[in-house]
């Protein structure tokens, strides 16, 4: 019973950035993670980053590494996405996800719950 809300998606230039914003209604167990992930038509569902609630351990796919930074808000109980140096290769359909317990925060199959998506679409 937790609700995903994401925000922040948009257009942008190749370069350019965005910072994508995942509220909760509420907080997760304290073991667990909330996580980023993106998708594209015909393409699985991708991991892009995550964090442990308790620690702030975070996780980043090879492929935005250096470029995206995930951070979160515990008195908001919100979760963020900085993206920059954005690639048209990062268009895609970003999906903010919350697990309640996350032994492995990389894959899909640790999340409970998950948003409806922001769609985020980087010109060439």
């Known amino acids: 019973q937790v609700q995903l809300v994401e925000s922040g998606g948009g257009l942008v230039q190749a370069g350019g950035s965005l910072r994508l914003s995942c509220a909760a209604s509420r907080r997760t167990f304290s073991s667990g993670a909330m996580g980023w992930f993106r998708q594209t038509p015909g393409k699985e569902r991708e991991f892009v980053a995550a964090i442990r609630w308790s620690g702030g351990t975070t996780y980043y796919a090879d492929s935005v590494k250096g470029r995206f930074t995930i951070s979160r808000d515990d008195a908001k109980n919100t979760v963020y996405l900085q993206m920059n140096s954005l690639k048209p290769e990062d268009t895609a359909v970003y999906y903010c996800?919350?697990?309640?317990?996350?032994?492995?925060?990389?894959?899909?199959?640790?999340?409970?719950?998950w948003g409806r998506g922001t769609q985020v679409t980087v010109s060439s």
């Open positions: 996800a919350a697990a309640r317990l996350a032994t492995w925060p990389t894959a899909r199959s640790e999340y409970d719950y």
